[in-house]
């Protein structure tokens, strides 16, 4: 398909998305309206959507109708950016712009940020028991909930980031291994349940979900290797968010590690990686191939 196709097709499925979540979240005038117009604020702050529109393009990946995965690409747009909240808090990342805009916290301080993030955090799950799995199918609502319970929690989401923390302005450098690992849990673990909900939400075969499974961890590996090549070579404007700030808190990335060029071969690799994983799907999985390129190529 042509460029200008995937493109169309990334803007529709953000307008849909968008669209869902406008109806899943309290309006801003909801009591009491301070949490409801934080939440708002971050959620609807010019994200590209793309952990929903993976969850999306699985489920047709794998023959199913993208309403049955809606409840699920909502809900892990719900914890990406309670995440996003919680990291720019001046006792984690200490970032002042995200998505372009002052962080939750700089407008409606510390406090109301930190109730913002568990909000979206618990909305999440209230978004995703909403599901309603085809007749017969092989996934409870309870497994799509333990998914991306598994995913946001202190084993993986959660823990990944306190790993995270715990590596900055060490004297001794992290591990390639711990490095690694690192990423496995802040990154890769979201963008994989991504995937795999949506499979589940289309009675995907053990087989297919394997994929998708396998498809997700390389993805969100080459993904988090892009970002930090993206903090390191690109401007504040550009990224929408404060650049260079993992060279300011002598934080422990693939580029610090290995430097750019060998950071950009190993994210190639995953992304082939990736793509070899979702050659099952044949022509189904033609948006998946495309996302992965995108993520690769990405600029921002």
Excluded: W
């Excluded at 802040?186 to 979900?209: H, I, Q």
């Excluded at 988090?224 to 390191?232: E, G, M, P, R, S």
């Excluded at 929408?240 to 700030?245: E, V």
């Amino acid at each position: 398909m042509a460029a200008e196709s995937f493109k169309s097709y990334l803007t529709g499925r953000k307008k849909t998305v968008d669209s869902a979540l406008q109806k899943f979240l309290p309006t801003s005038r909801t009591r009491p309206s301070t949490i409801h117009e934080a939440m708002r604020y971050s959620l609807f702050a010019g994200g590209k959507r793309l952990r929903p529109i993976l969850t999306l393009a699985a489920c047709e990946a794998c023959g199913g109708k993208m309403e049955r995965a809606m409840p699920a690409a909502a809900a892990v747009e719900c914890i990406h950016t309670y995440s996003l909240i919680h990291d720019d808090l001046p006792c984690m990342d200490d970032d002042d712009f995200r998505r372009g805009q002052p962080t939750s916290h700089t407008k409606y301080g510390e406090g109301i940020a930190v109730l913002a993030g568990d909000a979206l955090l618990t909305i999440a799950f209230e978004i995703l028991a909403q599901t309603k799995p085809a007749p017969k199918c092989r996934y409870s609502v309870a497994d799509f909930v333990l998914d991306l319970a598994d995913a946001s929690g202190s084993r993986k989401l959660i823990g990944g980031q306190v790993l995270d923390l715990e590596g900055e302005g060490q004297d001794v450098q992290l591990s390639p291994t711990q490095l690694r690992y690192i990423h496995e849990s802040k990154t890769a673990a979201l963008l994989t349940s991504s995937v795999r909900l949506g499979g589940m939400a289309a009675n995907a075969t053990p087989m297919k979900l394997q994929a998708l499974t396998d498809f997700g961890y390389s993805v969100g590996l080459a993904f988090q290797i892009i970002d930090d090549i993206l903090d390191v070579t690109q401007s504040s404007e550009q990224l929408g968010k404060s650049a260079g700030k993992d060279v300011a808190t002598d934080k422990s990335t693939y580029p610090a590690m290995f430097g750019l060029e060998k950071s950009r071969k190993e994210a190639t690799r995953l992304t082939r990686k990736a793509l070899k994983a979702v050659g099952v799907f044949g022509e189904n999985g033609e948006r998946l191939e495309q996302i992965a390129h995108y993520l690769l190529d990405r600029d921002y």
